[in-house]
Structure formats: structure tokens, C-alpha cells
């Protein structure tokens, strides 16, 4: 293996060498350059670093195929879902083929009997509902974005669900995948557990594409429940908030959603949303469940928060209330935005055991203040997982100056006991934490990488950055 | 690395090249006849298999020393925590050093506002229990043995709650492990998710001490619910059980446990245990809650079973004659054994998607009429998971039958889209198995092993079986 990190040059080169990926995709492999641009960019602010060619295969056996392809030039190849992430995961930071998972968009298979399904990896979160709805059945990880269930796997995503039923980890049960030579591998069957082996499904799951790609995927679906609740209550507090979580959570009241947004979010998502929500810490929160168990659950859970001096419950009834309320929360990214029009978005989330989670949030909002930046706070406060989203100017000094809160942000986190991002992965954005949250274990991460991966085509320069391959 | 698969005098040898061990640990380095059998000896059928010594750390840089020293002689590790694996995973097919963990049996510290608590390896389950209990939590994890909590994470248990709580990989945050080469990782923090790298911890979860030593964990605990209901309920056939279990978890009904025992099994506990349950397919059920909710969650229950031929439930009212219910369930094992005395148990485990599990056992207990051999069925049928427990007799000829047996039933739950083993792990007796359920991707494990044990000195002769160190 003779595969260095060497000027982009070579790399367009190296698509030359994989001519043969023209003569098996014809038109299915692009190199325009408004889709090698957009193929370079995500969500964040990270800087666009195009492909040399943008491959669409529409089956898994494709996938193996250009794999293998690349694999005999050495060509960095980085996976492409919706495009959605927010660490710069699908920077092409060394050139190379992408290979967009777009038009592998089927589900293959819904079995109610065993609450599962099989879907190709371009799947996107919202199609998936949309294709177990009428069988009374619904995926339950629920990230911020319309994020296809292969990108979520391969970022390890959760979102305002994790609470009540896991991250996408806990909700994918099998899965193939194409090796970094080309074989495809099913790592474990969709029994519902298994003693048998190591665990590669969850290996892959949130290894970016640095180790394999998903080529299809079987999860977990779970029963549209027979009524569902919302509510909002205010708290004097961000304290008095999660101490709400807390003791809702101790108790065992099996909440689904429970979200804190800050008082600068509240206001960003009155501006954007055209709402009248006072302006404090306000707690977003529903149930699922039978009829009389959400009504005994949400009593519950209100007790508690008057108890924090928490405000009334403000109930949101009927479906169409309740979707109306977390639009507003789905929203929140988009209205943080609109707080400073022409702005990019610079999000960054840390997850941190929640006895520390209040603390955090305010010593930021401090930081924060004493910055005068502006950055809306979110949380999925059940998991302890927070999120800023800074409105940036074009200004380089303000970048520097989010670069830095978000720096004391991380640190903070990790001298709690927390973790450098929970649920939005490592990129290339956050590859600087790793050695400093995991010690000694970003050496075991870089030998499996070495032995799964000896040339470092796979996504390269994302999670093990500086990862390199063997000489 | 010159380590060979080699005849065991050689390993005996090689002890006396670890001789450093006895300095360090004086006492502590056993290897008394007694001792080295009851430690290459599980709760299992498989043949003994004893170490050549036995050490008994009493900190995690203990075992760090213990592992350094061995791997300068390359000589084989086995750790052993309760000894109740079912697989031979403690056997020292090589010979070597057993690493018993059970006076590390110190619960650390346990925060109920994080809902975690922190352990060593060789804590148990009813000791973590004992210790949570005056802070109203306890740990959901319910295998049929009293194992090390270590144990159960090496194995990847589960049992009776997983349909509710999930099994030990759901149930562990963080862990400290000893590596291959003696140093010590903690794989990822105790935060509740995180997407920051590779996911290591779960990758020792379920590697059955092949890849590092579990020194110290992390793990969830749950609120002591406020009330719990136990019933059982008779059906007309395996298929009307299966089929009200399906139903009962497609409406979403949070059973805690959901358990069918077999006419066979229902036979044995009678005798064992004094009771006089009418002799059908039996479901026992819990219910965990509110009040109210487990009321209201024991009615639909009840209903559903009504529907599929089931008797009306039978209630175990209160907390005394609940623990009763169970305690013949959980005796299950031992009551099988009893139905022949002086026999054996060959327990074995295999797991399907659950819409095929009726078939499997339905076929299953065909199989055993067919060959006229006793082995009692008990099923945590909400995951899938069954259990056959033969009672062997010393006849050869009569293993060579369960054997074939047990064979039948693999290979049946594989051609299902099922696993080997659900929960009771690989060892030594599924290595067979891994091939032909995993295919190509045996190899990437395999890859790991190697990265991460290059020498092979970590509970050789199991999982990866015939698994050979690089030369």
C-alpha cells in the first residue's frame, strides 16, 4: 500500500484511474462541478471541500463494485445521505469518489408481526413514516433534519426520542455492509438479541464511513401509540428545569419527548414561528400511551414541575396542537438562524451526566454573555445532550471567537464526565477532542481502523484525524 | 510473536516464567489441584478444562500487572467472575492463567440523580441489587444465575426483563478495560449517548474476554417501580402463547416480563417446587407501573389472551406471592435437572424474530418426542430467545444425541433469520456455529482479535475458534 496524504491533484488524477466507474454507471457518475460542490457540503459552517466525482449506485452490489474500484487506485471514497450532518463528515478533505446514497431510496420490507423493516440506506426519516403508517407503525429516532436512516446509522444520530426509545444504536438490528476491499458482510442477524460474537453492528454504527458502508439496513419499528399528549411549562430557571427532568425521569414516568429550550431560543422561535410563548426556560414535553396512562403520566409529570416552580401545564390537545408545538421545536434551528438574517449556523452539541447538566448550560449561558455572542440553546435534557446554535457573520474575528466558546464548551463537558458531542458525531469538526476524551482508546480505534481499512480509503481524515494509513 | 497452539506442559512452563506473579501477588497466585479444577469448570456440560494458576487481583492495575507479565511469556489469560457460564467461555483450553475477579467485588459508588452506579467486575447481580435497594433503584439486567456484573457484560447476558429494560449492552455506559499489552482504556465516558467515535465499550461487551479485561463498570440503574403485578396464564398451544405475546408488545403494552414455560417445564416445577399448575404452554407475566397503570396494562394484557385461548390469569397479589410466581420460574433449571436425578444439564439457547419463534419450538419439541429425550422449554419470548435444558445422562451414546439435537435446533434458528445463541454466549460450544451464521464477516473479527491481541493471549480457543495467532 503506497497511499499517502498528498496534494488533491493526484487524487483527480486517481478518478482518471477509475475509468472503469464510467463504463459501469454511464451517467450515474458525475463530475459537474455545481454537484461536486454541493456533494462537499453540509449543514455547518466546516468549508466545502468537493469530491472529483459524485457516484449513484442503486443497489448494494454497485456499491461493492465502485468500492473495489477505488480500492485498486487507493481512491478516498466518503459516503453522502441527505447531506445534513454537521461536523463536515462529507468533506472530501483528500479528493476522491462520493458515492451519494440518494437513489437507493426503497423500503424493502415492513413486518409488523416482528416489528422490523428493511430499507436501503437513502431512506430518508420521513419516508419511512410515511410507509408504516398504514400499518400503525412508526421509526422512532427522531434527529432535527429529514436525515436518511443510513447516515443516522453511520453517525450514530438520536434526537428529542432518545429519552422514551433509544438512539438509532438501539434501533438498528442488522445490517450489510461493503467492506473497504469490496465484500459485502451481514455483521448480525435481525434476531432481537444475540450472544453470538463481537458486536461489528454497532461497531459501524456512528464509524462515519470510516470502516464500511451501509448498504442496507433492518431496524426496529414500534406501534403508533393509541394517544399521544404535549405540553409546555415554564420554569424560573434552568435549574429548576432539569431538576424537573430529573425527578420526572427518577421516577420511572415514561416521557417521550422532553426538551429544554433557553429563553433566547423561546424568543427566536416566537420571531420565526409567529408565537407568543413567555420568555424563560420552557420545558417541551409528551407522552405516548394509552388514554388513561398519558392523562395519569402527564399529572405525574406536572406535579413535579409545579413542585420546581414550574408554571401551569399549557396543553397542547389534539394532534394538530401537539404537531404544531414541536414544530416549533423542530424549528428551532432554522429560527436561531433568522435571529441575525445572513448568518450561517454553527451548531455544537456535548452530552454530560445530568446531575452536571444545569451547571453546564449556565456556566455556557455565562461564557456566552460575557462573549457577546448570540447562540440558542436547545436540549434533549433526558439524555443530558445540549445543543448551541451560533449565528456567525462573514467576519473571521467572530468565527475565532465561536471557535473559542466552543473550545471551553467541549472542555467543560469533558471535565464533567460527558462527552465531546452526542449525538452529532466527529467529522472533522471535532477530531481535535478525540484524544483528549479517550486516551489510550484512540489507539485501539486506530488499529481497528488499520485492520479493517490497511490503505485509508475509507472517509479519510474523519474521527482518527491525523489518522494515517500504513506506509 | 512466536506464540503456537502447542501441547499444555509447555504452558505449564511457562508459569514458572510468570514467576513474578507469585512475588506480586504471594497468596494470591493458587495452584492447588482443587482450585485449577473448580476454575476450568462452569455450570455446563462442556469437559474441564483447568488453568495452570490461578490469580486473584484485588484492583484493576493488579490485572494490568497480571496481563503485562503474561503477555511477556505469552501466556494465556482466562478471566472468571461467578463461573456460571454455559458455553465452557472459562475453560483453559490452553492451559495458562485464570484471572478471578470475584474479590473485586466492590459496588464504587452509586448516584441516583444520574441513575448509574459504578462497580467492579466481580460485584453480582443480587449484591449490586442489596446495595441499590435504600436508594429505591435496582438493576435490570436478570440473568438466571447470581453472575458477576462483569460476567454478564463479557457474555453479553440478558434474561427475563430485556423485553422491558434491554439486556447488559443497553444497561452499561462506560467501562475500564485492561488491554492485550497491559494498558488500561476507558472506551467512552458515562454520559448517557454519545457520537463520538468508534463504539468500543460494546465492542467488549459480548467478547467473552477475548479482547481485553472488564476491570471496572458503569452501569444504569432503574426507579423501583411504585407497584408490580405477577400473573400467569394457561394457553391451548405454544402458538396461541406466542401469539398473544406478539400482540401484546405490537400494542405497546410496557410488559416487564413475558415468559412461556413449556408442559414439559410446567411438569418439573410442580415437582420441584410443590406447585400445582395445570399442566399447559404457560405464560407468567409483570407487569411494572403505577398503580393504576399496571392495572390498566395487566387488563389489556388479559384481554388479549382471552382472545387467544388463554385461561383466565391467574394473580400473584402482592409482593410475597409474586416473588413466589417467579421464583419457580427461576428455578427452572435446577427443576429440569430434578425431573431425572443424578443427570447433567446441557442447557443451550438459540433466538428468532419472534413471528417464526412458534415454529421453532413447535419443531423443536417434535425433534426431542421424536428422539426420546427430555429437555424442559422455557422461553423469553418477547425477545425471540428460548432455552432448552436436556438432562443428560453419563450414557456417551445419549450425548451424542442431545448434541445432534442441539445441532438441529442451530441450524434451524440460523435458516429463521435467527442467532446461535441469544444470551448464552459463544465459548468453546458455538465456536462451531460462527462460520456459518456470520460468513465473511467471522474474517473482520478475526481482524480485530489479531489488532488488538496480536499474540492471541486473551481466552484463546473461544469465540474465534480455530482461531491462530499471527506467527
Given at each position: 500500500m503506497s497511499w499517502h496524504a498528498a496534494d488533491r491533484t493526484s487524487y483527480s488524477q486517481r478518478v482518471n484511474d477509475v475509468a472503469g466507474l464510467a463504463t459501469l454507471l454511464g451517467d450515474r457518475l458525475v463530475t459537474h462541478p455545481d454537484v461536486l460542490r454541493q456533494h462537499g457540503?453540509?449543514?455547518?459552517y466546516h468549508a466545502p471541500q468537493p469530491p472529483d466525482a459524485v457516484a449513484y449506485p442503486q443497489t448494494i452490489d454497485e456499491i461493492a463494485v465502485i468500492v473495489s474500484e477505488c480500492a485498486r487506485s487507493a481512491t478516498p471514497i466518503i459516503p453522502f445521505g441527505?447531506?445534513?450532518?454537521?461536523?463536515?463528515?462529507?468533506?472530501?478533505s483528500r479528493g476522491g469518489v462520493c458515492i451519494d446514497?440518494?437513489?437507493?431510496?426503497?423500503?424493502?420490507e415492513v413486518r409488523p408481526d416482528d416489528m422490523d423493516a428493511d430499507v436501503q440506506p437513502g431512506v430518508t426519516k420521513n419516508q419511512l413514516n410515511a410507509a408504516l403508517r398504514d400499518h400503525g407503525l412508526f421509526f422512532p429516532v427522531d434527529p432535527?433534519?429529514?436525515?436518511?436512516i443510513g447516515g443516522m446509522a453511520a453517525t450514530r444520530a438520536s434526537g428529542t426520542t432518545t429519552v422514551r426509545y433509544g438512539t438509532i444504536r438501539e434501533n438498528v438490528l442488522s445490517m450489510r455492509v461493503v467492506l473497504a476491499d469490496g465484500r459485502i458482510i451481514r455483521?448480525?442477524?435481525?434476531?432481537?438479541?444475540?450472544?453470538?460474537?463481537?458486536d461489528l453492528t454497532h461497531l459501524f454504527i456512528g464509524s462515519e464511513g470510516t470502516l464500511g458502508i451501509i448498504g442496507e439496513l433492518t431496524v426496529r419499528v414500534v406501534g403508533v401509540p393509541e394517544a399521544i399528549a404535549a405540553a409546555r411549562c415554564m420554569f424560573p430557571s434552568v435549574e429548576a428545569a432539569v431538576r424537573s427532568v430529573m425527578e420526572t425521569i427518577q421516577i420511572g414516568i415514561p416521557v417521550t419527548r422532553i426538551e429544554l429550550l433557553d429563553e433566547v431560543q423561546i424568543d427566536a422561535v416566537n420571531r420565526y414561528s409567529g408565537r407568543d410563548y413567555p420568555v424563560a426556560p420552557t420545558l417541551f414535553y409528551e407522552f405516548h400511551g394509552s388514554e388513561r396512562g398519558v392523562a395519569e403520566n402527564a399529572e405525574s409529570a406536572s406535579g413535579i414541575a409545579a413542585d420546581n416552580g414550574g408554571s401551569s401545564f399549557d396543553w397542547a390537545t389534539g394532534q394538530k396542537e401537539g404537531a404544531k408545538l414541536w414544530d416549533a421545536r423542530h424549528d428551532a434551528y432554522y429560527a436561531a438562524l433568522a435571529v441575525r438574517p445572513g448568518s450561517r449556523g454553527f451548531a455544537t452539541d456535548v452530552c454530560v451526566p445530568i446531575s452536571r447538566l444545569a451547571e453546564c448550560i449556565v456556566a455556557t449561558q455565562e461564557d456566552l454573555r460575557a462573549s457577546g455572542l448570540v447562540a440558542p440553546i436547545v436540549g434533549h435534557v433526558g439524555d443530558g445532550n445540549f445543543h448551541l446554535i451560533f449565528c456567525v457573520s462573514e467576519d473571521a474575528g467572530e468565527l475565532a471567537r465561536v471557535e473559542a466558546l466552543n473550545d471551553r464548551l467541549v472542555r467543560r463537558a469533558l471535565a464533567m464526565g460527558?462527552?465531546?458531542?452526542?449525538?452529532?458525531?466527529?467529522?472533522?469538526?471535532?477530531?481535535?477532542y478525540m484524544r483528549e476524551e479517550h486516551g489510550d482508546a484512540m489507539d485501539v480505534m486506530a488499529a481497528i481502523k488499520r485492520a479493517l481499512d490497511p490503505a485509508g480509503?475509507?472517509?479519510?481524515?474523519?474521527?482518527?484525524?491525523?489518522f494515517r494509513p500504513n506506509k
Amino acid at each position: 500500500m503506497s497511499w499517502h496524504a498528498a496534494d488533491r491533484t493526484s487524487y483527480s488524477q486517481r478518478v482518471n484511474d477509475v475509468a472503469g466507474l464510467a463504463t459501469l454507471l454511464g451517467d450515474r457518475l458525475v463530475t459537474h462541478p455545481d454537484v461536486l460542490r454541493q456533494h462537499g457540503t453540509d449543514e455547518s459552517y466546516h468549508a466545502p471541500q468537493p469530491p472529483d466525482a459524485v457516484a449513484y449506485p442503486q443497489t448494494i452490489d454497485e456499491i461493492a463494485v465502485i468500492v473495489s474500484e477505488c480500492a485498486r487506485s487507493a481512491t478516498p471514497i466518503i459516503p453522502f445521505g441527505a447531506g445534513t450532518s454537521l461536523e463536515g463528515h462529507v468533506a472530501a478533505s483528500r479528493g476522491g469518489v462520493c458515492i451519494d446514497l440518494s437513489r437507493m431510496n426503497r423500503v424493502l420490507e415492513v413486518r409488523p408481526d416482528d416489528m422490523d423493516a428493511d430499507v436501503q440506506p437513502g431512506v430518508t426519516k420521513n419516508q419511512l413514516n410515511a410507509a408504516l403508517r398504514d400499518h400503525g407503525l412508526f421509526f422512532p429516532v427522531d434527529p432535527g433534519s429529514d436525515a436518511t436512516i443510513g447516515g443516522m446509522a453511520a453517525t450514530r444520530a438520536s434526537g428529542t426520542t432518545t429519552v422514551r426509545y433509544g438512539t438509532i444504536r438501539e434501533n438498528v438490528l442488522s445490517m450489510r455492509v461493503v467492506l473497504a476491499d469490496g465484500r459485502i458482510i451481514r455483521p448480525s442477524s435481525r434476531a432481537r438479541k444475540s450472544a453470538a460474537g463481537y458486536d461489528l453492528t454497532h461497531l459501524f454504527i456512528g464509524s462515519e464511513g470510516t470502516l464500511g458502508i451501509i448498504g442496507e439496513l433492518t431496524v426496529r419499528v414500534v406501534g403508533v401509540p393509541e394517544a399521544i399528549a404535549a405540553a409546555r411549562c415554564m420554569f424560573p430557571s434552568v435549574e429548576a428545569a432539569v431538576r424537573s427532568v430529573m425527578e420526572t425521569i427518577q421516577i420511572g414516568i415514561p416521557v417521550t419527548r422532553i426538551e429544554l429550550l433557553d429563553e433566547v431560543q423561546i424568543d427566536a422561535v416566537n420571531r420565526y414561528s409567529g408565537r407568543d410563548y413567555p420568555v424563560a426556560p420552557t420545558l417541551f414535553y409528551e407522552f405516548h400511551g394509552s388514554e388513561r396512562g398519558v392523562a395519569e403520566n402527564a399529572e405525574s409529570a406536572s406535579g413535579i414541575a409545579a413542585d420546581n416552580g414550574g408554571s401551569s401545564f399549557d396543553w397542547a390537545t389534539g394532534q394538530k396542537e401537539g404537531a404544531k408545538l414541536w414544530d416549533a421545536r423542530h424549528d428551532a434551528y432554522y429560527a436561531a438562524l433568522a435571529v441575525r438574517p445572513g448568518s450561517r449556523g454553527f451548531a455544537t452539541d456535548v452530552c454530560v451526566p445530568i446531575s452536571r447538566l444545569a451547571e453546564c448550560i449556565v456556566a455556557t449561558q455565562e461564557d456566552l454573555r460575557a462573549s457577546g455572542l448570540v447562540a440558542p440553546i436547545v436540549g434533549h435534557v433526558g439524555d443530558g445532550n445540549f445543543h448551541l446554535i451560533f449565528c456567525v457573520s462573514e467576519d473571521a474575528g467572530e468565527l475565532a471567537r465561536v471557535e473559542a466558546l466552543n473550545d471551553r464548551l467541549v472542555r467543560r463537558a469533558l471535565a464533567m464526565g460527558g462527552t465531546c458531542t452526542g449525538e452529532h458525531g466527529v467529522g472533522y469538526g471535532k477530531a481535535r477532542y478525540m484524544r483528549e476524551e479517550h486516551g489510550d482508546a484512540m489507539d485501539v480505534m486506530a488499529a481497528i481502523k488499520r485492520a479493517l481499512d490497511p490503505a485509508g480509503i475509507l472517509n479519510p481524515g474523519k474521527i482518527l484525524y491525523p489518522f494515517r494509513p500504513n506506509k
